[in-house]
């Protein structure tokens, strides 16, 4: 019960916050030496109108891997975010093995696609269809080592048919069998599905959190 009443303010945040706001405006990538020397450059905020067969995304080992890691996360998080939202207002399919290969962040995302849109479905809120999603970057960072990964924090305004809606939403990306994958995925603002379930400001840091299984369990989300 306490659950169902939290994502019904989820739902009446997300009515709330529609407004017809067309700004938006690139922003840097941070160069953030203390994480690992990188070559960065500004990203320009994308439209993405969704994906029904997203591609595999290679990454470079040698060369400028750093660089290439970034175009690669950004491109790929772009993408999946194009879905994600159109899956959850629209009732579109999404391919989650295209973008997660960690089973219980793919479960977990599942559960919270289902979720938000019998929510929406239930309060008569899926007619108005998601149009486009535009996404910049607020932040990205690169670290090296043994499980080197990309952080990137992107900005991100949902268009609608009717109105608009803002959802700041931070990544992990890392290679796996020379692919990049979603390690982490929290959409960090006020009252969102994650900061209900999860707990809010968290620190997204953790390319393995998923693999934790006592912090799986204090979440009390993917054991069914």
Request: with cysteine; proline share 3%; net charge negative.
């Amino acid at each position: 019960m306490k659950r169902s009443f939290l994502l019904l303010a989820l739902v009446c945040t997300l009515c709330g916050c529609e407004s017809s706001d067309e700004g938006n405006t690139p922003a840097a990538v941070e160069d953030s030496n203390a994480k690992g020397a990188i070559n960065t450059a500004a990203l320009p905020v994308t439209k993405e109108q969704g994906s029904t067969d997203p591609p595999g995304f290679s990454v470079e080992v040698e060369g400028d891997r750093a660089g290439s890691d970034f175009e690669t996360a950004y491109e790929m998080c772009a993408k999946a975010l194009a879905d994600y939202y159109k899956a959850i207002w629209n009732g579109s399919e999404i391919d989650l093995d295209a973008y997660i290969e960690n089973k219980n962040l793919n479960h977990y995302m599942k559960k919270k696609i289902a979720a938000q849109y019998d929510l929406f479905l239930k309060n008569n809120l899926v007619d108005n269809l998601v149009t486009d999603v535009d996404i910049g970057v607020s932040k990205a960072e690169h670290a090296g080592g043994d499980r080197s990964y990309v952080y990137l924090k992107l900005d991100v305004r949902v268009q609608k048919e009717v109105g608009s809606y803002a959802e700041p939403t931070e990544f992990l990306v890392h290679r796996s069998n020379g692919k990049a994958v979603i390690a982490d995925w929290y959409a960090s603002g006020k009252d969102s599905y994650d900061s209900i379930v999860r707990g809010d400001s968290q620190t997204i840091d953790n390319p393995d959190i998923w693999n934790d299984s006592e912090w799986i369990e204090k979440v009390a989300l993917i054991t069914d």
